[in-house]
């Protein structure tokens, strides 16, 4: 008998998620599934951590600012906004630099090859990146539930099956390796399926609860004078 659409994702969350067995991701995954990702206000360019703590772009949205300024394999060096600058690599590292109000500027300096690039960006709205399941996404996986947060629960409290696709609503938990720390956080999502297998997924989790459980602080703006 055919497993129903809800039953598969119930088993993925258990049996990948929760049992942090990444090397079973692709019983329930398509190769080539597609994750969504909302939009958001930024910059637009994603970076990965390499050895040596170095931060190197790794993809630049067609749509942002970046595009056509940065490129992939820049090094970050240097970014300034309203929030101050960042150049230690911890500083970058956190990424809360590219958060902000949209038409904003930011001053970014990056190294390409022996040379050092000044760019003055401004926020803008960002579509999102679609993310294709890879290798490099499959070892983002594998670092979180074994490195970064290694006793990570999901909790479903609500899922439903319309079709080809499943909504659910679960609590995520566990303890940040970098900041010692414990949270609980809510994530919604929805997941298209075909032959059995995951091949998108749409998610939209509370990283405002998550940041402030880790210790971040959320300060009041300046109130601008009309």
């Given at each position: 008998m055919q497993k129903k659409n809800a039953e598969i994702v119930r088993e993925y969350f258990k049996e990948v998620i929760n049992a942090h067995n990444?090397?079973?991701?692709y019983d329930y995954l398509d190769k080539k599934c597609v994750f969504h990702t909302p939009p958001y206000v930024g910059l637009g360019f994603r970076?990965?951590?390499?050895?040596?703590?170095?931060l190197l772009i790794s993809s630049v949205a067609e749509n942002g600012p970046c595009y056509g300024k940065l490129m992939a394999g820049d090094e970050m060096v240097r970014i300034q906004g309203e929030h101050g600058t960042a150049e230690t690599f911890e500083q970058l590292k956190n990424g809360f630099y590219a958060l902000g109000r949209i038409g904003n500027p930011v001053s970014i300096t990056v190294r390409r090859g022996d040379k050092l690039l000044d760019f003055t960006l401004v926020r803008s709205?960002?579509?999102?990146?679609d993310n294709i399941m890879n290798d490099n996404l499959l070892e983002v996986f594998r670092k979180f539930f074994t490195v970064d947060t290694p006793d990570y629960k999901a909790e479903i409290k609500v899922i439903l099956e319309d079709g080809d696709k499943v909504a659910y609503?679960?609590?995520?938990?566990?303890?940040?390796?970098?900041?010692?720390?414990?949270?609980?956080w809510p994530e919604c999502g929805i997941m298209r399926l075909e032959n059995g297998k995951i091949v998108e997924t749409w998610s939209v989790e509370d990283n405002l609860s998550w940041n402030l459980q880790m210790g971040?602080?959320?300060?009041?703006?300046?109130?601008?004078?009309?």
């Open positions: 990444i090397d079973r991701i970076w990965d951590e390499k050895p040596g703590k170095k709205r960002i579509e999102g990146f609503y679960l609590l995520s938990s566990g303890t940040s390796q970098e900041f010692h720390a414990s949270a609980i971040y602080q959320v300060k009041e703006p300046v109130k601008e004078k009309v």
